[in-house]
């Protein structure tokens, strides 16, 4: 077997996110679920931009976002993702790779303008995100290296991913050669209306035992197991996977690794100001933890501090040190 | 005389601020002068850009700061800046023009990439800039619209301008516009080594009664003077122009108006963060109260209110509602 020798390997949407503040009514007017996440076109994508306040650019995308803050934990870490050929593509190249994360997708120009997340932030520090794929959706199979993945400890997938259908199949190639070569797989659900559009693909690949380590938060459990009970759902759906982690906000995550289960509280804040990156980088702090082999609740509480420091300032990357933050959890 | 509709008319370099921390040992290593501005060229800018951490992209340029913040105070305000045909042209256009700012110069597709300014923010908050002018030095002279300038109460102009040849040509023609409608003329210097470059341009312009309103920081004001004492360099440089206002960072501002002088304490902050964007701000505070008619210590202070809001954040344009800070000194 090849050598394990990069913590985490991801595979995402290489996204620029687009913060702007926003009213609840701008939301209302749009049509937009508060919280959410919906794809747009990008036609929409310009209607919106252009009714939009200034924004802050900053390089996000789910997955980008969990090794983002694994590489500010130490950990080694690799990007799999689509970026077209222009300056966004150049923004997200730079930031991904300043942070020392092993980014080798090349940009294309035949696919299309770089991805990008129009984040509206309301006063309640909430994120309501429209999505124009751009490139990000023209992942395809040639960007998966075997040899990569084979390196890998754990590979890392986002569901949002998975609505596209180049990336998806990429994405099942992923797992393919990650079983074939003991790469554990690690999938968070991404968003409940995710949930809805591949429900059953989900359940597929639980049933068949694809997943290793499967991130969800409250409303996306629920989804999946079609339960409108949270301990139902963590059941029901804990007995389908190795480890189970369900992040609840403020009321802090639930997690399950074959029989122990254990909860943390969220880390205490001193001001909320953008949640954008919360599940996220909860993903980094866990899987770090999970990477060094750190029992279930250091893992779950790595992700608490993780996710804390994210929704203090605008943007879904770490601004501080997080291993400081984690301090002797990380030794 | 041409109506005079439009409160402050703004001519400047349309950039993008790339935000990074960054160290001090950073900044030695690459030879920056903590604080300043320096022009580079696109190779340095690439160089630079791969050796930075992760960026904040945020709509800056130092006029267009000001105009930004006039707009939130609620003032009716036009800009004049040269943008390239690319990903951060749009950035910058869609970010001033939702604010309500009146900006009309066509992107050119033949004049490079759009400006954008590496901002450099070390853990005192202080910004250390590297410009790379790109399109915005080819701002020429078709772009200064002879009825626009005519209809503004106040013509606004960044000493950074004076650097690019056709910009200075440019903001020359401006001026004698101004002059001739009617329109008074406010200037700042922007940045010692600019005082610099240019201080035989600077007296001649107060010598011959070209500017009305000059904007100062301390550094900037003894260099403009020559002189190593901020009272000998006030005197002397505000016998030459009828307002004269110099901004001294935590001490406040003084200023001059006539025979009348006045001061002010630096607004009380939570938190120091990034000092990028206090002096634009600050003008354009000011430049409220003197649009709106306002005595030169209500003006002052609403420099300082400003200036206060954009140094407790990242980025140099305003996030709070300043007409609200401003309260009842604007009304």
């Known amino acids: 077997m090849t050598d394990k020798n990069v ?3 991801a595979i995402g949407n290489a996204i620029v996110d687009v913060i702007a503040d926003s009213g609840d009514a701008f939301l209302e007017r ?15 994508a310009e209607r919106l931009y252009a009714d939009m306040g200034p924004g802050r650019e900053l390089s996000g995308g789910s997955a980008a976002n969990t090794v983002a803050g694994l590489a500010a934990l130490g950990l080694s870490t690799g990007f799999i993702g689509q970026l077209g050929d222009d300056d966004l593509g150049k923004i997200f190249t730079h930031d991904i790779s300043s942070l020392g994360v092993d980014f080798a997708t090349a940009p294309r120009s035949d696919a299309g303008p770089t991805a990008r997340c129009l984040i509206l932030v309301t006063p309640d520090a909430q994120r309501t995100m429209s999505t124009f794929l751009g490139a990000a959706q023209q992942l395809d199979r040639s960007t998966i290296d075997e040899e990569r993945i084979a390196r890998a400890r754990i590979l890392y997938l986002e569901g949002y991913l998975w609505d596209p259908e180049e990336p998806r199949a990429a994405m099942q190639a992923a797992i393919e050669i990650a079983r074939a070569t003991g790469t554990r797989i690690a999938f968070t659900l991404s968003d409940s209306f995710v949930v809805e ?11 068949e035992k694809k997943i290793d ?5 409250e409303m996306e459990i629920l989804h999946l197991a079609q339960e409108t009970g949270l301990e139902a759902a963590f059941d029901r759906i804990g007995a389908m ?8 906000s403020e009321h802090g995550a639930i997690g399950r690794s074959g029989g122990e289960r254990a909860r943390v509280k969220a880390e205490p804040i001193e001001r909320l100001v953008d949640t954008t990156g919360a599940g996220d980088l909860f993903a980094a702090g866990f899987l770090a933890g999970e990477a060094l082999g750190k029992p279930l609740e250091d893992s779950l509480r790595l992700g608490a501090i993780a996710a804390s420091e994210v929704i203090q300032h605008y943007g879904a990357r770490p601004e501080l040190d997080l291993a400081a933050l984690a301090g002797p959890l990380l030794r």
């Open 30 to 44: 749009h049509g937009m679920t508060k919280g959410s996440m919906r794809l747009i076109d990008s036609a929409e």
């Open 241 to 248: 996977v190795t480890t189970l982690v369900v992040t609840r």
């Open 197 to 207: 559009r591949h429900r059953d693909d989900f359940l597929l690949l639980l049933d």
């Open 213 to 217: 380590i499967l991130f969800a938060n």
């Open 7 to 9: 913590d985490v390997l």
